[in-house]
């Protein structure tokens, strides 16, 4: 059997020759004496049939189609037919054997050809879907981890030209692997996606037998929009594709295979919302009477444009803020030991804002430095250096009262 000028004759998994199931190649069939020497008076119908042993031993016969030479097809001893075709992957022993030829029972011989492998892929895609950080406010930050809750899954199935499936294309006759695969690319329309701490080896695959396979790919500890210089909220419109293909080069009919179009503000999905806002975390200074216990002030804020600068970040109802993470300090410059922080907990934003931070009554009047340890991507620029990577910083007072908001101007007098 040939494939072009090409003898079929691959025994192995691997390597050359091989030719795609389901194309047409070409059967020699010659009748020979014991010698070896060509009979050319033959002619008789000839079966040419796919038959054991054949690999991989495990699968399935493939069928062959066009399988047959009738007795004037012989010339000279030789008849060849160029349209046989075979169905699956692997290689396989044909046999060419006559019917009972001249009273002495049929003759036949047989030869290994191959190795055949699929003629494309068939791939289909799951409709991934992203988390949303802050899902119940709708919206992530700038420099916030977003993960998959749901990953892209491409589904790979390896078919004969005729559309139907090579079952063979399973164990080493599979050959997709991460360095056959090309051009992972992630696209973002706005922003700069950092996809930096996905997995090495991703996406992963895993060959199901029958012929088919998934490549499953992972956020890994999650994505994010690189936070640097404020900008104002965009919808996050995320696009991943790669080129689908295996070591002999078998593909689909079309690559890169593709989730979401984020060029076309149709990327793929998040669970929540989209919305992506630069936001910081601000510690307003306090102040109170030296007597009570006095609570600090939080507020989220995100940028909304040059104009309008920052605003209340209102829908922010799952950032978390904890005692631990207060440092008193420039130190208390009242008497005594001075306040210390109290009660001890963890807390949620409720509305942007959050005021469950305590400091313990002094006794005496006084200022405390304070800051608050947050997330990368809600801290400030407070040396103005245009790096926003420093914690937020007040200062307490103890020993003033804050007084009536409706009086504009009051003043002692004396008699």
Request: proline letters at 7%; one cysteine or more.
């Amino acid at each position: 059997a040939r494939g072009g000028a090409t003898l079929l004759n691959n025994a192995a998994s691997a390597g050359a020759p091989r030719w795609a199931a389901g194309d047409d190649f070409q059967v020699e069939v010659q009748s020979v004496c014991a010698d070896n020497t060509v009979t050319p008076n033959f002619a008789a119908a000839v079966q040419l049939t796919p038959e054991s042993p054949f690999a991989p031993a495990t699968g399935v016969l493939g069928l062959l189609q066009n399988g047959a030479l009738a007795a004037t097809d012989f010339v000279a001893g030789t008849a060849t037919r160029s349209d046989a075709n075979y169905s699956e992957v692997g290689n396989f022993t044909l046999r060419a054997q006559t019917a009972d030829y001249l009273g002495t029972g049929p003759v036949s011989g047989t030869a290994l050809v191959g190795r055949f492998t699929p003629h494309h892929f068939a791939v289909s895609t799951s409709t991934p879907e992203f988390g949303t950080a802050c899902a119940a406010g709708g919206f992530s930050y700038l420099g916030q981890p977003f993960s998959y809750t749901v990953p892209p899954v491409i589904t790979v199935t390896a078919l004969n030209r005729q559309n139907n499936p090579t079952r063979n294309y399973t164990g080493p006759w599979w050959k997709i692997t991460n360095a056959s695969l090309s051009g992972k690319t992630y696209t973002a329309l706005t922003g700069s996606l950092d996809i930096s701490a996905a997995p090495a080896i991703d996406p992963v695959i895993v060959d199901t037998g029958n012929g088919t396979g998934t490549l499953t790919f992972s956020s890994g500890a999650g994505f994010t929009f690189t936070r640097a210089l404020p900008q104002s909220p965009f919808d996050s419109e995320i696009g991943l594709a790669i080129n689908v293909a295996d070591s002999d080069g078998i593909a689909p009919a079309s690559n890169p295979v593709q989730f979401g179009d984020a060029t076309a503000g149709n990327g793929i999905a998040f669970d929540a919302g989209k919305p992506m806002r630069y936001g910081r975390l601000n510690l307003l200074n306090a102040y109170g009477p030296e007597i009570l216990p006095l609570p600090l002030p939080l507020r989220a804020e995100y940028y909304i444009d040059a104009a309008s600068g920052w605003g209340s970040n209102q829908l922010d109802v799952c950032t978390l803020y904890a005692s631990a993470n207060l440092t008193l300090g420039p130190a208390w410059d009242g008497l005594g030991a001075g306040p210390t922080v109290a009660p001890a907990g963890s807390w949620a934003l409720l509305g942007g804002t959050g005021d469950q931070l305590r400091l313990s009554a002094p006794g005496s009047a006084g200022n405390v430095g304070l800051t608050l340890t947050v997330p990368p991507w809600l801290r400030l620029d407070l040396n103005g250096d245009g790096v926003w990577q420093e914690n937020p910083t007040a200062r307490a007072t103890f020993g003033i009262y804050k007084g009536n908001r409706r009086l504009i101007y009051m003043r002692e007098a004396y008699r």
